[in-house]
Structures are given as structure tokens and as C-alpha cells.
């Protein structure tokens, strides 16, 4: 499967906005598509159709938030939807002066101030805002459990080779 590309609509009458330029940016993404498309519950959904303005604290400036996903049930609620690796809900750990630590603290960071304004706006609209990752989905049903990998076969026992002297 292919970690991004175009989801076909099976159901247009379901989506809301232009359900012929709908994006996946990952296989996790692609998988809840799949289910806001076909669960009967659902009565609505969009991906990318809402965006929110957030300040990100690291450089002082606004940004604009595309929200993975806003899906309405047939009770009428309504939730929005961010879909992201488990990882990137925590704090990062290994406090130091690494690279690698530095862009998983800013991308906390901003996690983190999107996050905030997400939860504020919908909030106002008396929506839910939540965070999906990999355990999510799996616990839902909305994604099968990941293959486990298969044991490896044992080598084959070692041959001794006499030296010629």
C-alpha cells in the first residue's frame, strides 16, 4: 500500500467539499478514510476541509492548521480529527544538544500549538476535538494489526574447513 496518494470517494453524497481531490499523507490516513467513507454511522466527513489559525510559539508567527478530518454522526455530533504517530504526542525523551532532538522538540512544540487552537475551535462550534494515532485505530477496528514478522529460519549448522598447510 502506498503511504500517500488519492482516495476515490465511494460514497461523494458523504463527503463534504470536492470529494474528487482527496489527498491520503499516509496509510494510516487512508485507512480512516475507508471507514468515514462506509461506516453508517457517519453522515458527513472531509479531510483538509477545515483550517485553523495557530501561533507557533518557536517563531512568533501564525500559521494555518488543515485538519486531517471532520466527521458527523448521525446523532449530530461532530468531531475533528488529527491522525499522527504515537511518538508524536509525547514529549521527547534524551534531553540534549542533538539534531535529531531538536525537530522532534520543535515538532512537539508545534503539535502542541495546533493542537491548542484545534481543541479552542471546536470547542466554539460545540465539536470534539481529538488525536488518533496507530493504537487508536487499531483499538477502533478502523486498521488491521500489523503483520508480526515472521521468525527466521535457523542457520545452518557450521561447517568446519581444514586448513591445507
Known sequence: MAYSGRYK?????KYKG????????????RYAFIWCDTHDEIVEWSSEEIVVPYFYEADKKYHRYFIDLKIKFKSNEVILVE??????????????KSKRYINEA?????NMNK???????A?????????WTE????????MPKLNKLKPLKPLAPFKKVKKKV
Not at 135 to 142: K, Q, V, Y
Request: aromatic share 14%.
Open 9 to 13: 470517494v465511494k460514497n461523494p453524497k
Open 18 to 29: 470536492d470529494f474528487t481531490k482527496v489527498v491520503y499523507r499516509s496509510g494510516w490516513e
Open 83 to 96: 491522525i499522527k504517530p504515537h511518538k508524536e504526542t509525547e514529549v521527547p525523551k534524551r534531553p540534549d
Open 106 to 110: 520543535l515538532t512537539y512544540v508545534k
Open 115 to 121: 493542537w491548542e487552537a484545534a481543541n479552542s475551535f
Open 123 to 131: 470547542k466554539d462550534r460545540g465539536w470534539k476535538f481529538q488525536i
Open 135 to 142: 493504537h487508536t485505530l487499531h483499538s477502533m477496528g478502523i
